[in-house]
């Protein structure tokens, strides 16, 4: 009799990835649906994707999905939390939708202690509408709104989203893990599954940001993506735990 | 029953309370505010939300997640406050969410002033936001139709799957009227929303709540079924209040707090010996253009009257299509037209033999 190691999560359909090769994406969904799986919370899971990259990450998650305009994720999750408290809500969101055009609503989702679960997907670079300049892309970076790299005094300086929310009173979670090898996909994996359990426990708000790739706008291969997001990104984006409450620590 | 008086903004909440509203969304704004801290209170009486949201743009998108989780909901604001929500509200039509979204409107363009006008009939009417919609648009003139009518918009969300706008001002918002109100609240029967993306709860498949459409040919198709849906609504549901119509030689016509003061003008006119009558829309969408039409058979001119430099007139020239001339006066920027001004301009077109 064979016996099955490894499968598809039920938390995930089996729609074929519309992500570039060497994007990370693809991972991450994988480790929200192993959590959703594992906490036996796919019966009464409802997510919000972004606009973005991830825009039709309702075809892939195999729970009740909602489409958000672009950056109101958190507030569409408040309304449906607010309707819905015994449900598992989460937004998953990229660096433009949440950290760009959303700031206001997940700042305030963070303020109000919305009981919901963020994943931030951070790749320091708009990705769908053609590599632009993201409030997270890194000094010195070529975009394509960026030719010349991007310039302090043009642009200011990346947003350290994670380091900011982490202020506020009611975002009692808040980690930043990356997904360019195993040993630390295996660590977010726990930082998301956290984030999961704090809602659950009905703690607030939490909030996971996750490095990602974009080897497609980096002008990269996959292999050197991984490469560069490790010697670029981490230093500018310290990976750990910003805040986490006594009840899970 | 009983009579109690309230005010215009409160009426909206208290309509909401019930016909079933248990979740409200806003950002405080000038001149709707008595209506959410109406609710602030109301709401936890009945184990309802009331939330204050950052942004009008936030209002707009939570009440997208209430709808979406199949819940009767609703966000009030005025003019500005308005467009700010205008991309929601066009995320809530593609998505085909019900909700109720209330405009108490004020002075502008700009920031203008927070006294009454009628400045957003185009926005309300002709889409507001992006792409190709409508929405329904009810235009209670009284305190007690406010009341009344906050259950009909919450019912016509539900049934046609679509926003419903109530647009009122900051006449109807502010003024005090007695009101009848039944002692014993029923809750209405809200019908099943089997769309609606609550969590799996056993079912196999998962609801999505979606106005992506990236295929042309399905995006056409959602149009196309958006529109079937309209004509349905426009045949079914068109209200109106005709008065002292039958004879009459002028026909004046507006909406909400414009529509009773040229109502008070056609009883003034009668008494002065001149032919007058009304047409007020209560359905601003869609739009009683077969009234007019009928009118235009035996009435020599239309005066439209309105608190804004002239919108709905162009629907009433539209609807009489040439057949009688078309007259309008108007008031904007938060004044408010005089019953003697429309009289005096009422009897210089029948002195003109138009």
């Given at each position: 009799?064979?016996?099955?190691?490894?499968?598809?999560?039920?938390?995930?359909?089996?729609?074929?990835?519309?992500?570039?090769?060497?994007?990370?994406?693809?991972?991450?969904?994988?480790?929200?649906?192993?959590?959703?799986?594992?906490?036996?919370?796919?019966?009464?899971?409802?997510?919000?994707?972004?606009?973005?990259?991830?825009?039709?990450?309702?075809?892939?998650?195999?729970?009740?999905?909602?489409?958000?305009?672009?950056?109101?994720?958190?507030?569409?999750?408040?309304?449906?939390?607010?309707?819905?408290?015994?449900?598992?809500?989460?937004?998953?969101?990229?660096?433009?939708?949440?950290?760009?055009?959303?700031?206001?609503?997940?700042?305030?989702?963070?303020?109000?202690?919305?009981?919901?679960?963020?994943?931030?997907?951070?790749?320091?670079?708009?990705?769908?509408?053609?590599?632009?300049?993201?409030?997270?892309?890194?000094?010195?970076?070529?975009?394509?709104?960026?030719?010349?790299?991007?310039?302090?005094?043009?642009?200011?300086?990346?947003?350290?989203?994670?380091?900011?929310?982490?202020?506020?009173?009611?975002?009692?979670?808040?980690?930043?893990?990356?997904?360019?090898?195993?040993?630390?996909?295996?660590?977010?994996?726990?930082?998301?599954?956290?984030?999961?359990?704090?809602?659950?426990?009905?703690?607030?708000?939490?909030?996971?940001?996750?490095?990602?790739?974009?080897?497609?706008?980096?002008?990269?291969?996959?292999?050197?993506?991984?490469?560069?997001?490790?010697?670029?990104?981490?230093?500018?984006?310290?990976?750990?735990?910003?805040?986490?409450?006594?009840?899970?620590? | 029953?009983?009579?109690?008086?309230?005010?215009?903004?409160?009426?909206?909440?208290?309509?909401?309370?019930?016909?079933?509203?248990?979740?409200?969304?806003?950002?405080?704004?000038?001149?709707?505010?008595?209506?959410?801290?109406?609710?602030?209170?109301?709401?936890?009486?009945?184990?309802?939300?009331?939330?204050?949201?950052?942004?009008?743009?936030?209002?707009?998108?939570?009440?997208?997640?209430?709808?979406?989780?199949?819940?009767?909901?609703?966000?009030?604001?005025?003019?500005?406050?308005?467009?700010?929500?205008?991309?929601?509200?066009?995320?809530?039509?593609?998505?085909?969410?019900?909700?109720?979204?209330?405009?108490?409107?004020?002075?502008?363009?700009?920031?203008?002033?927070?006294?009454?006008?009628q400045?957003?009939y185009?926005?309300?009417v002709?889409?507001?936001?992006?792409?190709?919609?409508?929405?329904?648009?009810?235009a209670?003139a009284?305190?007690?139709?406010?009341?009344?009518?906050?259950?009909?918009?919450?019912?016509?969300?539900?049934?046609?799957?679509?926003?419903?706008?109530?647009?009122?001002?900051?006449?109807?918002?502010?003024?005090?009227?007695?009101?009848?109100?039944?002692?014993?609240?029923?809750?209405?029967?809200?019908?099943?929303?089997?769309?609606?993306?609550?969590?799996?709860?056993?079912?196999?498949?998962?609801?999505?709540?979606?106005?992506?459409?990236?295929?042309?040919?399905?995006?056409?198709?959602?149009?196309?079924?958006?529109?079937?849906?309209?004509?349905?609504?426009?045949?079914?549901?068109t209200r109106w209040e005709e008065y002292r119509l039958?004879?009459a030689e002028i026909v004046l016509t507006g909406f909400g707090t414009a529509a009773r003061i040229a109502k008070s003008v056609v009883?003034?006119a009668?008494?002065?010996?001149?032919?007058a009558g009304l047409i007020r829309p209560i359905t601003l969408?869609?739009f009683p253009s077969e009234v007019y039409a009928k009118a235009a058979?035996?009435a020599n001119k239309f005066l439209c009257v309105e608190m804004s430099?002239g919108q709905m007139v162009e629907d009433v020239r539209l609807a009489v299509?040439?057949?009688k001339p078309v007259h309008f006066y108007g008031?904007?920027?938060?004044?408010?037209p005089?019953?003697?001004?429309v009289?005096?301009e009422v009897?210089?077109l029948?002195?003109?033999?138009?």
């Open positions: 009799m064979a016996k099955v190691i490894f499968k598809r999560p039920d938390s995930l359909t089996d729609k074929q990835f519309h992500y570039c090769p060497g994007c990370t994406h693809g991972i991450i969904h994988r480790l929200v649906a192993e959590v959703i799986d594992e906490m036996g919370l796919q019966d009464d899971t409802v997510g919000v994707c972004p606009v973005g990259c991830s825009v039709f990450a309702y075809d892939y998650f195999n729970v009740d999905m909602f489409q958000a305009s672009h950056g109101r994720a958190p507030a569409v999750a408040t309304g449906i939390k607010r309707c819905l408290p015994e449900r598992t809500v989460f937004t998953y969101q990229g660096d433009g939708d949440l950290a760009s055009i959303g700031t206001a609503e997940i700042v305030h989702a963070a303020a109000r202690s919305e009981k919901i679960t963020t994943i931030f997907v951070n790749n320091a670079v708009y990705g769908m509408t053609g590599g632009q300049m993201a409030p997270t892309t890194l000094p010195g970076q070529k975009t394509t709104t960026s030719p010349r790299g991007r310039e302090k005094e043009l642009n200011g300086l990346p947003v350290r989203v994670s380091e900011m929310l982490a202020t506020l009173d009611g975002a009692v979670y808040v980690a930043r893990v990356s997904v360019h090898d195993p040993k630390h996909i295996v660590q977010a994996k726990k930082a998301i599954r956290k984030a999961f359990e704090i809602q659950k426990a009905g703690l607030g708000f939490a909030l996971v940001e996750v490095l990602s790739t974009c080897p497609t706008n980096w002008g990269l291969s996959p292999k050197e993506s991984i490469k560069w997001l490790a010697e670029n990104m981490i230093p500018y984006y310290p990976l750990g735990v910003f805040k986490e409450p006594a009840e899970v620590k | 029953m009983s009579k109690v008086l309230m005010k215009g903004n409160e009426a909206i909440g208290e309509g909401a309370i019930r016909a079933g509203c248990r979740h409200f969304f806003g950002y405080p704004i000038t001149p709707q505010s008595e209506l959410p801290h109406y609710l602030a209170k109301r709401m936890p009486e009945v184990g309802g939300v009331f939330l204050q949201a950052e942004s009008e743009t936030s209002s707009i998108n939570m009440v997208y997640g209430a709808a979406g989780a199949g819940f009767r909901t609703m966000t009030s604001s005025s003019s500005p406050g308005l467009s700010l929500m205008q991309e929601g509200i066009s995320y809530l039509v593609g998505a085909e969410l019900p909700c109720v979204v209330v405009n108490v409107m004020r002075g502008g363009p700009g920031l203008g002033n927070i006294a009454p006008a400045g957003d185009f926005q309300a002709k889409g507001g936001g992006h792409g190709d919609y409508k929405l329904v648009v009810l209670p009284s305190v007690q139709e406010i009341i009344d009518m906050m259950q009909v918009a919450f019912d016509l969300a539900d049934q046609y799957r679509t926003p419903v706008m109530l647009v009122g001002d900051g006449i109807l918002g502010q003024m005090m009227e007695p009101v009848e109100l039944a002692d014993e609240v029923t809750l209405p029967e809200v019908p099943a929303k089997p769309w609606a993306a609550s969590g799996l709860k056993g079912r196999k498949k998962p609801n999505i709540v979606n106005s992506l459409y990236i295929v042309p040919e399905d995006c056409e198709e959602l149009n196309q079924r958006l529109f079937a849906k309209y004509d349905v609504i426009a045949a079914q549901e039958e004879d009883d003034k009668r008494s002065e010996g001149i032919k969408w869609p058979a035996h430099m299509n040439g057949k008031r904007s920027g938060g004044m408010v005089l019953a003697k001004d009289l005096a009897k210089k029948m002195a003109g033999g138009e």
